[in-house]
Every structure is written in C-alpha cells, then in structure tokens.
C-alpha cells in the first residue's frame, strides 16, 4: 500500500539498484494492500519475463515467491521469512520448492525490547497495550516478541486485534484497550500506521503515551516517542543484494539480511506531547534523538 516508508523503501531499491546498474529499468505496480491484486501483478511479471521480482512486505512477496518459480524474487520489509514462507526452513517450503532456490531479501524486524524499554524508562508501565493485524505474518511476530519481552519486565501486556486490513477499524480496536493500559506500543504494522493519528487521539483523551515504529510519520501525530529502521537505507541494501543476483550471486547460499546497524535507526520525541502528559524525557535519550518537537517546531539532525 501507499505509506511514506514505503515510498521511501521502493525509492531505496531503485537507488541501491542504479549504484551497480545505472541503465536498469523498472516496473513498479502497487497492490494497495490487495492479495488478488499482489497475484494478478506477479502473473505479469512471469509473462514479461523480468530479471528481478521485489516485493515490498510478506504479502507482496508471497504473492511473488508462489506466483514466480523460475526467476529470483527479493523480499523487503519482511519481519520473519520463515513464517511468511519465504525462507529456509519454513513449514510452505515442502510444496514450493523453487522458494529455496529462489528467494532471499531483508528483514525490517524492529527492535522490539528496545522500544517497549524505552518507553517503559520515559514512563515506568504496568500494562502495555497493542493494536495489530492477526492476520499478518510480520505483526504477528511482533506481538509474540512484545508480549515475551513485557512477560520479562513484568508488565501486563493487552492486546487488541484487527483481522483485515482495514485502517478504519483501528480507533475501536484503541478504544477497547486505552482504559486498561498506561501506555501503547504501535509495532511496525502498515495498517496501524496509516491509521496512527486515530491510535494517538484515543491515548491523548486518556492520558497515556504512546511509542511508534515509525518515525517516519510521527511528527505529524501526538506520538510520544518513535524507534524504528531507516527504510531508505533499508531500501538500498536490498537494492544492492539484488544487483548481486542479477550479476551471478545465487539467492539459496545469501541469508536473510537484518538490519541491526545503529546507524539505520532513528530516534523521535515529541516535547510538546510529554509537557501535555506531564512526563519529562531524559537528557540523554533526547541528545540521541534524530528528530525532536519542540514549542510546535520539528528539528533534525
């Protein structure tokens, strides 16, 4: 679907492309969160014959990795490739086995524990809430690893779910949680964040923060504070590795890249949000910050 890290990722792909391909072509097709739709687009890129096949989260790439058998496919913003089918060792890989041989790609699993222990320093929490698609592979990884890591620091972790990709069903699913927790965690769920500035109204009206994956879009909420991976540069490495396979490399002997550099994350508060919560950001977690706002104006660095 359209979402600025999206964007951001298919722009990435296409510049880490160009370094080592500067005459490359391409198709780009937007399934708009659409499965029938994902499959209708990689039936044509069998009949066109493509080099390379992208698919930008589990979904597209299914729909590439099941539809494409004899041509490399990439996936990109995929949280855990064994469970979508798309990697070694996964449960789908007995009845399609040109996966193995075909497909590898990057990782975008967010730094979960990261995040919920950053909020909970900001905000000592007793319950955490979260909001995500059940139906999606990558958001449901996610929620195992947030209910695990809140499981270990003691706090009681609640869940809301949403069983279709629908942006509009987010505000009930807050909703139906916001009076029981002392905080939100929002994981990296597109669905979630097209719909973050309903998960952010509902905090507000109750008083709770809320700490985003993406701070890509966070600056335009009342989100607290965002942790999450750069998508561009998580675009250019991907990017990159399908030059590679274009050029001779083999995608069964590449592994799942992750993206755990430091540097690929970035970091986003929101004074004005923490004056309103009266909660005060520690110092040193505010100079580490990339982006910050502050009196109604947005600073980068």
Known sequence: MTHPDLDALEQGIQDGVKEGLPNAGFDLQNAKADRSAANSIARKFVVEKVDIAVG????????????IEDRPVLFCAVMDPKKAGLAKSATLLKSLKHVEKWVTGTSNMPPVKAQIMLLHRIKPLKTLGHVYCSHEADA?????VAKEVCKVLGIKFVAATLTGPDPSKVKSAVQTIAPKVDGIYVSADFTV????????SVAMAHKIPVI??????????DVLAACGLDYYKMGRVTGRLAVDVI??????DIPTRYITDPRDLNLFFNMDVAKKLDLTLPEDLVSMANKIIKDGKLSSK
């Open 212 to 221: 985003s994956s993406d701070p890509g879009s966070a600056d335009t909420t």
């Open 140 to 144: 449901a990884a996610q929620a195992e």
């Open 247 to 252: 050029k001779g490399a083999k995608p069964a």
């Open 56 to 67: 930008i989260t589990a979904m597209a790439a299914q729909s590439l990795a099941w539809n």
């Open 193 to 200: 964040f097209t719909a973050l500035a309903d998960v952010t």
